[in-house]
């Protein structure tokens, strides 16, 4: 098993910055890779950013290419997304996932393995 913790949510204007971070424990090295998804009231749950924890490849989703950056530090088994330029439609819950079989950088939720509790996010206009 493995436990991921969220942190860093909070409410922000437009155009500011959060960062969140995301800290693995338990059979850590087990995962292959690590992502960020969010979930918006009344919306499906949406992928956000993803990153090898070997090799540090990443990829985002359209909506957040050039404001969003995922990054790792591997001694810490964290995984950061930094948001900046952030607009109202950014608000969600942002949820942590880890993935075990190496499908590579999935964008499909349903591939994850864990999850952690999510984190508020709130853009205010």
């Known amino acids: 098993q493995v436990q991921l913790v969220e942190s860093g949510g909070g409410l922000v204007q437009a155009g500011g910055s959060l960062r969140l971070s995301c800290t693995a424990s338990?059979?850590?090295?087990?995962?292959?890779?690590m992502g960020w998804f969010r979930q918006a009231p009344g919306k499906e749950r949406e992928f956000v950013a993803a990153i090898k924890w070997n090799v540090g490849n990443t990829r985002y989703a359209d909506p957040v290419k050039g404001r969003f950056a995922i990054s790792r530090d591997n001694a810490k088994m964290t995984v950061y997304l930094q948001m900046n330029s952030l607009k109202p439609e950014d608000t969600a819950v942002y949820y942590c996932?880890?993935?075990?079989?190496?499908?590579?950088?999935?964008?499909?939720?349903?591939?994850?393995?864990?999850w952690g509790q999510g984190t508020q996010v709130t853009v205010s206009s």
């Open positions: 996932a880890a993935e075990k079989s190496d499908y590579g950088l999935a964008t499909l939720g349903s591939v994850y393995d864990y």
């Open positions: 338990g059979r850590t090295f087990s995962v292959y890779t």
